[in-house]
């Protein structure tokens, strides 16, 4: 019987290991987004731009990721919570799609970030 209980303890931990990142499935910015958020230092840039699993941060408004549902491969509907140059407002619904390696994030206000290509 411990043979068969270590062997579904096995196949659970494969089978975690094999599943999918969580969106975003890693860090995506430009060149500036990256930098920061490898150092956590901003290089004074009025345009930079970086996702990562804890949200969308560019250089007036951070928005948290508060939910991520597939709606399909590359393919995700989003719920966040952004703060605008210190301003907070309620969530915001949007979407983001996966193509070529980038991320493209559109908010339901129009707000549109994208292509937003992973962190090397």
């Known amino acids: 019987m411990r043979g068969i209980s270590a062997l579904f303890v096995l196949l659970g ?11 975003p499935g890693g860090t995506f910015g430009e060149k500036d987004g990256c930098r920061y958020a490898r150092t956590g230092e901003s290089s004074g840039a009025d345009d ?8 969308i941060t560019s ?4 928005c948290a990721l508060k939910k991520a549902t597939a709606k399909g491969k590359g393919a995700f ?4 919570a952004c703060e605008t140059e210190g301003e907070s407002g309620g969530d915001e619904t949007g979407s983001a799609t996966l193509k070529n390696d980038a ?18």
């Not at 494969?14 to 969106?23: H, I």
């Not at 250089?59 to 951070?62: G, K, L």
């Not at 509907?77 to 966040?80: M, N």
């Not at 991320?103 to 970030?113: A, F, K, N, P, Y």
């Open 13 to 23: 931990l494969a089978t975690a290991a094999g599943a999918a990142e969580p969106f």
């Open 48 to 55: 930079f731009l970086f996702l990562n699993a804890e949200g």
């Open 59 to 62: 250089s007036t408004a951070f």
């Open 77 to 80: 509907a989003l719920v966040l």
């Open 103 to 120: 991320w493209t994030v559109t908010l339901e206000d129009g707000t549109h970030w994208g292509p937003i290509k992973r962190c090397r």
